[in-house]
């Protein structure tokens, strides 16, 4: 298995105002996803992130909203850009282990935005 | 469509006794794997276990079980000897292969309170 660091675990932001989000994961992955959990919701895909190459994003999420770097095997960082409270969510980065083992998830980042 | 449906928003336990919580999905594809993960409070997401669509036998991890039912797209989780730690949102989700990106498919989750 993987063991994913991500930070900051919270943050209460200022509408208008960006916020990175970064996750460390102790191995080298080919794919790294970022979910949005709004509150009392499911999983929703935001983008997947793969080294060397854009990221691809899911429908009604956009690049300049939520830019996403990958500069290596082990790391990816997901930006929240010009915050509105509709912001306000969880947000989880995770690895894809293989079919068989699903995916592996940071620990979350809980956003509130005033 | 590929979709995964748990019909139960919330459940509840008395500690020590057994509880299900049930999951539908649909896909067209044969080969696919299907999960069950765990967010407590802490929202910590954890895999809970697992299952591959090609085999028959029902897989177990401990106190935490499946009944998996190919034909009729039912994969339940059977939770023995509920503890209060189990509370916590329970997802359903399988995996499919989208491209050249496989994606998990998420249910809506169960949330879960297991009483003393």
């Known amino acids: 298995s993987a063991v994913i660091s991500q930070k900051p675990s919270r943050d209460i932001c200022q509408r208008g105002t960006s916020l990175t989000i970064q996750c460390q994961v102790d191995?080298?992955?080919?794919?790294m996803f970022w979910y949005r959990q709004q509150p009392g919701q499911s999983l929703t895909l935001i983008a997947t992130?793969?080294?060397?190459?854009?990221?691809?994003?899911e429908s009604g999420f956009v690049i300049d909203k939520f830019p996403i770097s990958r500069p290596n095997l082990t790391f990816s960082t997901l930006t929240v850009s010009n915050m509105s409270p509709e912001d306000s969510s969880i947000y989880l980065c995770s690895v894809d282990l293989g079919q068989l083992y699903g995916y592996t998830f940071g620990s979350g980042t809980r956003l509130t935005v005033v | 469509a590929q979709t995964v449906t748990q019909s139960q928003p919330e459940m509840s336990v008395q500690e020590a006794e057994t509880v299900t919580l049930s999951c539908t999905y649909d896909?067209?594809?044969?080969?696919?794997?299907l999960f069950w993960y765990k967010q407590p409070p802490s929202r910590q997401m954890i895999l809970v276990i697992r299952q591959e669509a090609y085999k028959q036998q029902n897989a177990t991890e401990n106190r935490f079980s499946v009944n998996f039912q190919k034909a009729a797209k039912s994969f339940s989780l059977k939770i023995s000897d509920s503890q209060l730690g189990d509370t916590a949102m329970y997802f359903c989700a399988f995996i499919i292969n989208a491209g050249n990106n496989r994606k998990l498919i998420w249910g809506l989750g169960t949330s879960l309170a297991v009483n003393p």
């Open positions: 992130a793969n080294q060397g190459s854009e990221a691809t994003y």
């Open positions: 896909t067209s594809e044969n080969n696919y794997y």
């Open positions: 191995s080298q992955v080919t794919m």
